[in-house]
């Protein structure tokens, strides 16, 4: 490895470089699919963003808004967690909860293959 580094340092740099970047990215992966792994259908809480819940329970974010009645992401240029989204509408934040777990039984129930 040593006479590559001083034939092609540039080369050799590249490659190692190219290595880490493989080596990270491929952390990262692991590492998302373990948690996604264990955080499937989890309950619906007042500090989860509705692209946690749709992740959780494997639906369309944007679907989900709309059959709960929840503004997009864009609405305050990120996305709300449900609290918020509560607090802004000035009601119970229990009320969205019982609301955005309708729109998901609605949506698994069009889509039985779950």
Known sequence: MI????????LTS?????CAVTLFFAGR????????QTHQDVAVEPWMTV???????DLDPRTLDRLA???????KGRPQPLSEIARD???????????????????RQMDPGE
Do not use: C, H, M, N
């Open 3 to 10: 006479s590559l580094w001083r034939k092609r340092p540039i």
């Open 89 to 107: 509408r000035g009601v119970p934040v229990e009320t969205l909860i019982a609301d955005v777990e309708a729109a998901i039984a609605t949506l």
């Open 51 to 57: 692209g946690y819940v749709a992740r959780s329970w």
């Open 69 to 75: 009645g929840l503004p997009l992401p864009e609405v």
């Open 29 to 36: 992966i692991v590492v998302q699919t373990i948690y996604w």
């Open 14 to 18: 590249a490659f190692l470089l190219a």
